[in-house]
């Protein structure tokens, strides 16, 4: 077997968007090699001489992103992303990967899809929301369902406004922790996003991606509406610094999550400590 | 030849040393001070091969504390190419201990099973490993016997009893046979091999046993221990130093970061050293810790080297070597915790 290389592949960046205070909205070439993710999966950013942190795809080549592109959100936390957000449209930012658990999209076929996503949450969310949308006819209801601090810390809106506007039994609804007076939605944990909503337990999947509180509460509610545990999908990101199984630093027991996960079902995970 | 059981004079090991330094880099035990570590050795050199346990494992020399990645360098157009070091020189290391023997046998397995990075692997297919028997405990702490690893040869080329101005040597790969063979060494004498016998048996008689149960049932113990106040009890003196992490054969995680001059012109990324007892290795982006608690660090190392390593990988991660025991400024014992949840 080959020696895996830690070495990135340069990636011009084609469009750089403010998507708050703190968070830019990347869109960037494909490496000049074979690059087909799948929702969940994560690249490892870097600059050259300040350092490496994995992302988390927020949309795919042709799924939300231009043919040719992948899409990242980064969040303005500290040395390593004040420095990756000042790099902008036509600068180069260095990827390795994606890396991570590829799950098989078939079993969703045909079901109702429920998309879950608290704060940050929402960027990994994203790309399967696209991918849902990309392939609209493969599924039933799909219910995209959004939680944020606060209305301005709501990310991706022109996505939010774009999904609400579809007629197609795609359902988005948001809600805020607190707001002050202007916002005219609804105030309650994202949980809450869940009350009233009706399907099919039997064929209903839900994916989720959020602070590790929203999962609980999630979990809890989407446990009684009668949903299975293997239809229940998290992603459990961690803060990997190989990719590919070796540094250690994503092992939940004895799995190691930039290989088995980030994405995995709640079935998977229920036993094992420091999950959610 | 593989198994039979020659002599070595212990002034022919200078000998032994010329021949491995013509295809490796050499290492032994020398003493420095009142501390014995490995350091390379030429034909003169005085080993110490009544050593103690060294601070620090063998996997320092496989997966360095600190091994550059890459380096990279800016070109005039701004973009950076990248250079992967030159891969490492075979080494060849003396007297390694039963101990760190299964360390290496259990580095092996975590590589090879983990992932698909050969690079660890590929340095132990390479390396020369001459094992060594240990004739007492090397640490009050230490409990290889309980552990398997006081009998453990492989993966040694040639294994070594020390009988004082003789050594005994045992072949056990071909590599081993090839290197041996220059020296021309004659067979064991009768005598040698009777007085081996009788050591060999005192010595299982004169390391203690620590632990009634045998290391397979590890996993299942400290599954029925998940709950246990066990776990309070030795977090409420934990330090966080991290130093159990860095001595031990079988501890694997590393940090990865960039060293740059000061224009950022050229530089590298390295892997360095972690532990996941070490703060904040389990924090994660939004400052969410999955494993904030000492309680539930301390529990983590336990169970990595007792149950998820021999569920992943088929070995037990735990050599019984004493030194993350040894090292601890606070005295926390996972020899006293297998003991305890084993009982």
Same mark, same amino acid.
């Given at each position: ?15 750089? &968007? ?28 870097? +600059?050259? %001489? ?11 080549? %042709? ?41 098989? /999209? ?14 940050? %949450? ?26 944020a ?10 996505? +939010? ?21 202007? /916002? &005219? %939605? ?46 229940? /999908? ?13 540094c ?29 | ?28 035990? #020398?003493r ?6 490995? #350091? ?5 050199t ?21 091994? #550059? ?5 800016r070109?005039?157009?701004?973009s ?15 007297? #390694?201990h ?18 698909r ?14 094992g ?50 220059v ?34 049932k ?8 998940q ?68 309680t ?10 007792g ?30 915790i ?6």
């Amino acid at each position: 077997m080959p020696q895996v290389s830690m070495i990135p592949h340069p990636c011009r960046v084609a469009a750089a &968007t403010a998507q708050s205070s703190r968070d830019v909205h990347y869109v960037v070439e494909v490496p000049a090699r074979s690059f087909a993710p799948e929702p969940g999966q994560f690249v490892m950013i870097s +600059l050259p %001489g300040i350092g490496e942190a994995p992302f988390s795809l927020t949309a795919l080549p %042709g799924e939300g992103a231009p043919p040719g592109h992948f899409e990242l959100l980064i969040r303005r936390v500290g040395r390593l992303t004040n420095l990756l957000t000042r790099v902008r449209s036509g600068g180069v930012l260095y990827v390795r990967g994606p890396y991570g658990r590829r799950v098989d /999209w078939e079993p969703f076929e045909g079901a109702n899809l429920i998309m879950l996503a608290g704060g940050l %949450g929402l960027a990994p969310l994203r790309a399967f929301v696209w991918r849902a949308l990309a392939r609209r006819r493969e599924f039933r209801r799909i219910d995209v369902l959004v939680g944020a601090r606060s209305p301005d810390e709501l990310l991706f809106k022109g996505d +939010l406004d774009t999904w609400s506007a579809r007629t197609d039994d795609v359902h988005v609804r948001l809600t805020v922790d607190a707001a002050r007076e202007g /916002w &005219t %939605g609804r105030i309650g944990v994202t949980s809450s996003l869940l009350e009233g909503i009706k399907v099919d337990a039997h064929d209903t999947y839900a994916f989720l991606c959020g602070p590790p509180v929203m999962y609980r509460d999630c979990l809890r509610r989407l446990l009684a509406m009668g949903l299975y545990e293997n239809h229940l /999908w998290l992603t459990l990101e961690r803060r990997m610094k190989c990719g590919i199984g070796l540094c250690g630093n994503c092992q939940l027991s004895g799995h190691y999550l930039c290989q088995e996960g980030p994405l995995l079902s709640y079935r998977e995970v229920r036993h094992l400590r420091e999950a959610v | 030849m593989d198994g039979e059981i020659f002599r070595l004079p212990r002034e022919r090991l200078g000998a032994l040393v010329e021949r491995l330094a013509r295809d490796y880099r050499v290492l032994g035990p #020398v003493r420095r001070g009142d501390s014995v570590g490995w #350091v390379d050795i030429r034909p003169d050199t005085v080993l110490a091969l009544d050593y103690r346990t060294t601070m620090l494992p063998p996997r320092q020399f496989f997966a360095p504390q600190r091994e #550059v990645l890459f380096r990279f360098r800016r070109g005039a157009d701004g973009s950076f190419g990248f250079e992967e070091p030159p891969s490492q020189e075979p080494l060849a290391l003396l007297g #390694v201990h039963g101990c760190d023997l299964t360390g290496l046998r259990v580095l092996r397995s975590f590589h090879e099973s983990s992932c698909r990075d050969r690079v660890v692997p590929n340095r132990l297919d390479r390396a020369f490993i001459l094992g060594l028997a240990c004739w007492t405990p090397c640490l009050d702490e230490s409990f290889c016997k309980d552990m398997g690893s006081l009998e453990n040869e492989s993966p040694a080329a040639l294994y070594a009893w020390d009988l004082g101005d003789v050594l005994l040597l045992k072949v056990l790969t071909q590599r081993g046979r090839e290197i041996l063979e220059v020296l021309a060494p004659a067979a064991a004498t009768a005598e040698e091999l009777a007085q081996l016998r009788r050591r060999t048996r005192v010595r299982h008689e004169t390391f203690p046993s620590h632990l009634r149960f045998a290391p397979e049932k590890l996993a299942a113990a400290l599954e029925a221990a998940q709950d246990d106040i066990l776990w309070e009890a030795n977090a409420e003196r934990c330090l966080s130093c991290g130093r159990c992490n860095l001595v031990c054969p079988t501890c694997t995680c590393f940090d990865v970061c960039d060293q740059a001059t000061l224009d950022g012109s050229t530089g590298a990324r390295l892997r360095t050293w972690t532990g996941c007892q070490v703060p904040g290795f389990s924090k994660i982006a939004g400052g969410h810790d999955f494993r904030p608690t000492r309680t539930q660090q301390l529990r983590y190392r336990i169970f990595r080297k007792g149950k998820y390593m021999p569920e992943r990988y088929g070995m037990v991660g735990c050599t019984g070597c004493g030194r993350c025991i040894h090292h601890c400024p606070t005295d926390i014992s996972i020899r006293d915790i297998f003991r305890q949840v084993g009982a």
